[in-house]
C-alpha cells in the first residue's frame, strides 16, 4: 500500500473514482479506512495529526471531524474537496506532525 501522501496526491481531479462522488464525507471516511488499514499492515500514518492541524486553521474548538469543519467552512462540494487537497498539501509540506499539539501521544 502507498503512503496516504502518495494516495491523496492520485485522488486530486479524481475524487469520484476513489469515492463514488465528490464528498468531502466521503473522502474522509475513505481515508480514516485507508489509514487504518496502513497500520493493520505495517504503515504509518501520514495524517495523525491532520485533524488538530484542520480545527486550528479554522479555530474550531469543539470535537468536530476535519471533514464536517471543512465541509461547515463550504460554500459547495466542490469547494470542501477544493479547500481539502489545499490543507492537506499545506499539511504535508509543514510536515505529517506539524498539526498535532504538544501532549498527543497518538
Given amino acids: 500500500m502507498k503512503p496516504t501522501r502518495e494516495l491523496i496526491a492520485d485522488m486530486k481531479g479524481k475524487v469520484p473514482v476513489y469515492v463514488g462522488a465528490n464528498s468531502i464525507l466521503l ?30 486553521v479554522f479555530d474550531v474548538k469543539t470535537s468536530q471531524s476535519w471533514d464536517r469543519i471543512i465541509q461547515f467552512y463550504s460554500a459547495s462540494d466542490e469547494s470542501a474537496i477544493h479547500t481539502f487537497f489545499r490543507l492537506a498539501d499545506e499539511y504535508f509540506t ?9 501532549n498527543a501521544d497518538e
Fill in 94 to 102: 509543514l510536515g505529517a506532525t506539524a498539526g498535532l499539539p504538544s
Fill in 27 to 56: 473522502v474522509g471516511a475513505f481515508l480514516r479506512g485507508y489509514e487504518e488499514a496502513l497500520i493493520q499492515h505495517g504503515g504509518n500514518r501520514d495524517m495523525r495529526g491532520f485533524q488538530h492541524y484542520v480545527a486550528k
